[in-house]
């Protein structure tokens, strides 16, 4: 299998590149547009066809590339059912399969950061967009996110996964690039509480500033815009 995790540094995100063997179909999640070259080169490299670009849901802190994407190489843009995005081609709804050649991805709808936020299950590993992060949790303060919601995603969904399952997050501050559903329920700060309450209180006084980019980058999402759009 060929599996890239690709890091963005202006806003620690992590896209990752995804495909059976060289020369196959290709699939990439959360891309952001500032990186559209490199991610071109891996598939040239690797001589693989990007057939589907997934966003695990409306990024406040990068413009995506989904559309540059879609733009350059006709690939198939895909949310969840709920994204307010306007140029998704394919939206999708809890349990639905996302194949390319000899790779499934299961959908996982996991609201709480943004109410349109998906995880995505593959065998082994689970990219969980910002809902789970290492060591943290996606903030909830903004996009229709919800405290309440996150919790149900994370108790009763993601953490229910295997205890092997690695987790593959959207974003990480501090250098590391996955962990396990095990690691976090035993050392994610975040996880360690009693109630549904205690989770919504610690959540709604984190006091976070709004992502620097923010205010552009959420309504070019909502927009899809390309490069020459920008
Ligand atoms: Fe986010």
């Given at each position: ?9 202006s806003?620690?995100?992590y896209t990752?590149i995804i495909?059976?063997d060289?020369g196959?179909?290709a699939?990439?999640i ?7 070259e ?6 040239k490299e ?14 406040a802190d ?10 350059r190489?006709?690939?198939?843009k895909?949310m ?6 306007e140029?998704?081609?394919?939206r999708?709804?809890?349990?639905d399969?996302?194949?390319?050649d000899k ?5 996982i709808?996991?609201p709480?950061h943004t109410?349109?936020?998906?995880s995505f ?12 992060l ?5 903030r909830?303060?903004f996009?229709?996110g ?12 993601l953490?229910k996964?295997?205890e092997?399952?690695?987790v ?7 250098g590391?690039?996955?962990?396990t ?5 035993n050392n994610?700060?975040r ?8 989770y ?11 992502p ?6 959420v ?10 759009q920008?």
């Open positions: 299998m060929i599996f890239k995790q690709l890091f963005d540094d806003s620690s995100t990752y495909a059976s060289k196959r179909e699939l990439i959360d891309p952001v547009i500032e990186k559209t490199e991610y071109l080169k891996v598939l690797l001589d693989l066809k990007l057939v589907k670009v997934i966003d695990t849901h409306i990024h990068h413009v995506t590339g989904i559309s540059e994407l879609s733009k190489t006709k690939c198939t895909i969840g059912e709920h994204s307010k995005s140029v998704i081609d394919l999708i709804k809890e349990d399969k996302i194949e390319i790779i499934q991805l299961k959908a709808y996991t709480g109410d349109c936020s998906y299950l593959m065998n082994d590993r689970v990219f969980t967009g910002d809902t789970l290492i060591n943290g949790t996606g909830t303060d996009q229709n919800s405290a309440k919601t996150q919790y149900n995603s994370l108790f009763n969904k953490l996964l295997p092997k399952t690695i593959y997050p959207a974003h990480d501050y501090n590391k690039k996955f962990s559903i095990k690691d976090e329920k994610n700060p996880l360690q509480v009693g109630s549904v309450d205690e919504i209180e610690i959540m709604n006084n984190l006091n976070l500033d709004n620097k980019m923010m205010d552009v980058a309504p070019a999402n909502l927009k899809g815009l390309t490069l020459d920008l």
